[in-house]
């Protein structure tokens, strides 16, 4: 049987000090790790305050059906997902509010949160649950073409080919799951690898081959996007015998991976020379007492909804044990 909790001071407890507000946890994200941490947070009684950041929700928003999280036997779409996490937080109190962590000052605690430039967050313990952001490939064409042909969001901008030929570079499961859903919008896809196999799970390489207007083009690099009146019309590749491969399409989405938003905190926490920040094993401990990390922003390996709900977990208990050792 669960105990009640008393929520009704919960906007009180949050102290003003030196004309910037202080907290008792604050998290920055709002994937799955950090409303995660919200909800474990919020029933523990630390009166969290989440900072959304520049994409409520997080990554998952912009994927379409999820169906490995446990618990949705028929699948959900990635936002309908956030929008639960979302709601269930806030029911247990989380304060949750739009803005982005602009600066950090992880210096000694309480921790200096810069929000939106502006103002400023003094945290007795910290949550950094700010995920991961897609990777280009850092061509100048991919710049130039840049939400006119060029995006990597096949949730976001598929909808906008409709009827059209596209090409998706990349051989992850990202990769296969954009050319999957441009499939079902556009006449043909092409899936561009730069090796001779697939990344992606089994599951996903099977769906990907038995879709009949999913070319995979295997061993090519891509090399220029091509267009004219600014918008795209093809994509130069170099296949294995160094060939130029022109393929004409209205569309480039680019799935090759992710980067950790972990630049704000560079100075103060350890990471791996990617920017994935480093937590002691079996933790969610930075090396920065009352600092925590969980979700995409430290893990490297998983980088799943279900994995980062699991640390965002670990992150909230992590800091409840924290806070309980201090004197606020
Ligand atoms: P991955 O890192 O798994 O794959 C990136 C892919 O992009 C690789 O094939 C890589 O090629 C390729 N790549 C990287 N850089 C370039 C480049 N400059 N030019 C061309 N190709 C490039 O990233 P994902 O985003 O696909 O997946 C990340 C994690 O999220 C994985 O663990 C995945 O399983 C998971 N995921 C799960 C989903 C699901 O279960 N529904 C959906 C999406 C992701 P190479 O192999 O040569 O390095």
């Not at 959900?76 to 806030?90: H, L, R, S, V, Y």
């Not at 990597?152 to 009827?163: I, L, V």
């Not at 799943?304 to 699991?310: H, L, P, S, Y």
Request: hydrophobic share 40%.
């Amino acid at each position: 049987m669960f105990k009640k909790m008393d929520l009704s001071d919960n906007k009180t407890q949050k102290k003003s000090e030196g004309g910037a507000e202080k907290v008792k946890c604050l998290i920055i994200g709002s994937g799955p790790a950090g409303y995660t941490a919200a909800i474990y947070a919020a029933r523990a009684n630390l009166n969290p305050v989440l900072y959304e950041g520049l994409q409520p929700g997080g990554q998952l928003t912009t994927t379409t059906e999820v169906e490995n999280f446990p618990g949705y036997p028929d699948g959900i779409t990635g936002p309908e997902m956030m929008e639960d996490f979302a709601k269930q937080a806030k029911r247990f109190g989380t304060d949750v509010r739009f803005g982005l962590a602009s600066a950090a000052d992880l210096s000694a605690a309480p921790f200096k949160i810069t929000i939106d430039n502006s103002k400023i967050i003094k945290a007795e313990s910290l949550i950094i649950a700010t995920g991961a952001t897609a990777k280009y490939i850092g061509l100048e064409s991919e710049k130039k073409y840049m939400g006119s042909g060029v995006s990597a969001c096949a949730t976001c901008d598929g909808f906008f080919y409709k009827n059209l030929d596209v090409a998706v570079v990349g051989g992850g499961d990202t990769a296969a799951e954009e050319s999957l859903y441009l499939s079902g919008i556009c006449r043909k896809v092409y899936l561009i690898i730069r090796k001779d196999h697939m990344r992606a799970s089994k599951v996903m390489q099977e769906r990907v081959m038995n879709r009949k207007n999913i070319t995979v083009l295997y061993e090519h690099v891509t090399r220029e996007i091509l267009g004219t009146n600014g918008v795209v019309t093809g994509v130069l590749l170099i296949n294995s015998k160094g060939e130029e491969v022109r393929v004409d399409v209205s569309g480039f989405f680019v799935a090759i991976g992710h980067l950790p938003n972990s630049a704000i905190f560079k100075d103060y926490l350890d990471t791996d020379e990617t920017g994935y920040i480093k937590t002691l094993p079996g933790s969610s401990k930075t090396n920065i007492e009352g600092v925590f990390a969980c979700g995409d922003v430290m893990d490297p390996h998983y980088r799943q909804a279900v994995t980062a709900a699991g640390t965002g977990c670990m992150a909230a208990m992590d800091a409840e044990r924290y806070l309980g050792t201090r004197e606020i």
